[in-house]
């Protein structure tokens, strides 16, 4: 059974990951916790499990030409620092913050894609 809610999950995170760009930490984390892994672990796990997904989508559109790396690249070095700060904040944040922040960053993307 556990292995098919994984396949659901990462065909979900994946499906998500294509649409919008990004979405699909959305649903691993909460499946991730809900087995059993600590909430710092579960973001961590999610993301190496997006990152690949992000690589294919981004080739995917790259193919198609609904994009360049010119796009991209003025965004990649300040994401690359966010990235490392992220990963040395991250296991020094309490499970409830760490909660309360990927809840806030959730209803702030929902409310704007309401009011768009």
Not at 108 to 116: D, V
Request: proline share 4%; charged share 10%; aromatic share 10%.
């Amino acid at each position: 059974m556990k292995h098919l809610r994984f396949l659901w999950t990462g065909a979900a995170a994946g499906l998500l990951n294509g649409l919008f760009g990004a979405g699909g930490g959305m649903v691993t984390v909460p499946m991730l916790e809900k087995d059993g892994l600590p909430a710092q672990q579960a973001h961590a796990t999610s993301l190496a499990v997006i990152a690949p997904l992000s690589v294919l989508s981004g080739g995917c559109y790259l193919w198609q030409g609904r994009m360049t790396f010119g796009d991209a690249w003025g965004f990649l070095l300040p994401g690359l620092v966010g990235a490392v700060l992220g990963g040395w904040l991250l296991p020094r944040l309490k499970a409830l913050w760490l909660h309360r922040i990927f809840g806030i960053l959730i209803l702030i993307a929902a409310g704007r894609l309401l009011l768009s």
